[in-house]
Nanobody, 122 residues
Framework: QVQLVESGGGSVQAGGSLRLSCVAP????????LAWFRQTGGKEREFLAR????????VSEDSAKGRFTISRDNAKNTVYLQMDRLKPEDTAVYYCAAASSPSISESSMDYWGKGTLVTVSS
């Protein structure tokens, strides 16, 4: 069973920053595309950013552009989501996911972490 383990969530005031981490098994980290999504209430998961196993990245124009940065540390099998200038509407459960395809759709993800809660207060 593949486990993706997120950490780094917590409470922060608006305007602040958080860095989320996701550790993946080595065979996943080295060959899968890794992505971050978030979910609020009963809504569908929202794509935020993806980084390929070669290092190329895609960031959502809607929610993350200019404020969120995705990166990876190959030595630690870890992908990060640096979130700056956070807003109350960024409050959500943030999920790490892995996909063997380049698609960024929720349904294309092969594996998911359990999520980490981010709360942004005004």
């Amino acid at each position: 069973q593949v486990q993706l383990v997120e950490s780094g969530g917590g409470s922060v005031q608006a305007g602040g920053s958080l860095r989320l981490s996701c550790v993946a098994p080595g065979h996943i980290f080295s060959s899968y595309n890794l992505a971050w999504f978030r979910q609020t209430g009963g809504k569908e998961r929202e794509f935020l950013a993806r980084i390929s196993w070669t290092g190329g990245s895609v960031v959502s124009e809607d929610s993350a552009k200019g404020r969120f940065t995705i990166s990876r540390d190959n030595a630690k099998n870890t992908v990060y989501l640096q979130m700056d200038r956070l807003k109350p509407e960024d409050t959500a459960v943030y999920y790490c996911a892995a996909a063997s395809s380049p698609s960024i759709s929720e349904s294309s993800m092969d594996y998911w972490g359990k999520g980490t809660l981010v709360t942004v207060s005004s």
